[in-house]
């Protein structure tokens, strides 16, 4: 019986790793830069367009190859983030070859050659090693020859240079490096905000003037990540919002690919964190609203103007979680029980349903009522 048990749970253990990986992979694809995003007008020569299509060919491809690979890890078999880590770590090699790789004459003929220590010091930040994502990179149309400093082949733990090719179209070669070196080379992709553009594809950066990170992000690109519930609530209460609030203005912040998450600020500045702010993701829509304690004190005046049910999300949510430094308490009654309150600044609403909108429609009325007294 205990083997029998024991078996199950190693099945059921497999198809929870899959289902992670398959579920992260499948949303950064969801996430690159849709083609016709990318202005058909960019500064570059025709042969690095083309090369533009190879490498955006070339990260779908790594996507669909992890969405389809079965888990060996146990870390991976339910961890979202160690599934982004690695994921993350494969994107960052590729984005340190073109950062670090120069063409060089080999035996062999004109070839992409990257030293290996210059390699390891650009990815370090991303990876501890690079035989697996240099394998997991030859499975999407990469091809490797990693040697010592006798130019004798050697695997890549004792490997001073490797040369590259691209093996999925090497009469596109030329074209393809020449693409990664000019996008890579606009990226920081130790950070997040470059990382997610390479990720993304997001070959608007080759543009004069372009941001990478906020201020460069569209409404339509975000949108069209979500799944329809979400997507349907986002534009009611954003139509809402822009009827009566036409000042404050969208910023969305850095997207989180493995859920396909966007948080959007709005703010009357055009950048910076704003009064309140919007979070889609796979869960769905949440929104969130920082309250200073005379704005919180406000809204508790108006509490009874909502729904029950509201009223005890926000309560909750702003309830004292036993901090070190939130000063004195507020004991505060709520029907048959009271709540226990400190001095939280974001008041978080779990995921809504369209039910819920107009509630959270007046509750913003309520804080904003404060904001303009």
Same mark, same amino acid.
């Given at each position: ?44 020569? @025709? ?10 060919? $070339? ?15 146990? @870390?991976? /078999? *339910?961890?979202?983030? *160690? ?9 960052? =090699?590729?984005?340190?070859?073109? /950062?670090? !790789? ?13 030293? =290996?220590?210059? +390699? ?9 090693? +690079? ?5 997991? +990179?030859?499975? =999407? ?41 000019? &996008? ?9 905000? !470059?990382? $997610?553009? &390479?990720?993304?594809?997001?070959? /608007? ?6 941001? =990478?990170?906020?201020? !460069? ?73 920082? %309250? ?38 507020? %004991? ?5 029980? #009271? ?21 959270? #429609?007046? +509750? ?10």
């Amino acid at each position: 019986m205990a083997n029998r048990e024991q078996q199950t749970d190693a099945v059921r253990d497999e198809g929870q790793g899959r289902a992670a990986l398959q579920k992260v992979a499948r949303n950064y694809a969801l996430c690159m830069l849709p083609a016709e995003m990318i202005p058909a007008e960019l500064p570059v020569a @025709q042969n690095v367009r083309t090369g533009l299509g190879d490498v955006r060919s $070339v990260i779908a491809a790594l996507y669909d190859w992890y969405a389809t690979q079965p888990v060996t890890s146990k @870390q991976l /078999r *339910a961890d979202d983030l *160690a599934c982004r880590k690695t994921v993350n770590a494969c994107l960052a =090699v590729l984005w340190g070859l073109g /950062r670090v !790789g120069t063409f060089d004459a080999t035996p062999a003929g004109r070839a992409f050659v990257v030293d =290996v220590a210059e +390699l390891r010091a650009v990815t370090a930040k991303r990876t501890k090693t +690079l035989a697996a994502p240099l394998a997991s +990179l030859a499975a =999407v149309g990469l091809a490797f020859e990693t040697s010592d400093e006798n130019g004798v082949p050697c695997d890549v733990s004792r490997a001073v240079s490797t040369t590259v090719w691209y093996a999925a179209s090497p009469d596109r070669a030329e074209g393809f490096f020449d693409a990664l070196r000019q &996008f890579s080379g606009l990226l920081d992709a130790t950070g997040d905000e !470059g990382l $997610v553009a &390479f990720a993304r594809a997001d070959f /608007r950066v080759l543009a004069p003037g372009f941001p =990478v990170g906020p201020g !460069g992000y569209t409404e339509a690109e975000a949108v069209r990540t979500m799944d329809p519930k979400t997507a349907a609530l986002w534009r009611e209460f954003t139509t809402y919002t822009s009827v009566h609030y036409p000042k404050h203005k969208l910023v969305f912040r850095v997207p989180e690919l493995r859920n396909r998450r966007w948080v959007a600020d709005y703010t009357t500045r055009g950048k910076g964190y704003g009064v309140w702010r919007v979070t889609v993701e796979e869960g769905g829509l949440s929104v969130q609203m920082v %309250m200073k304690p005379k704005a919180r004190a406000h809204v508790l005046e108006h509490l009874d103007e909502l729904p029950y049910h509201i009223q005890e999300i926000f309560l909750t949510s702003i309830r004292c979680r036993n901090c070190s430094s939130c000063g004195e308490h507020q %004991m505060f009654p709520h029907g048959d029980h #009271e709540h226990k309150l400190c001095r939280v600044t974001w008041f978080y609403t779990p995921p809504l349903t369209v039910e819920d909108l107009p509630s959270i #429609e007046r +509750l913003l009325d309520v804080h904003m009522a404060h904001q303009r007294s």
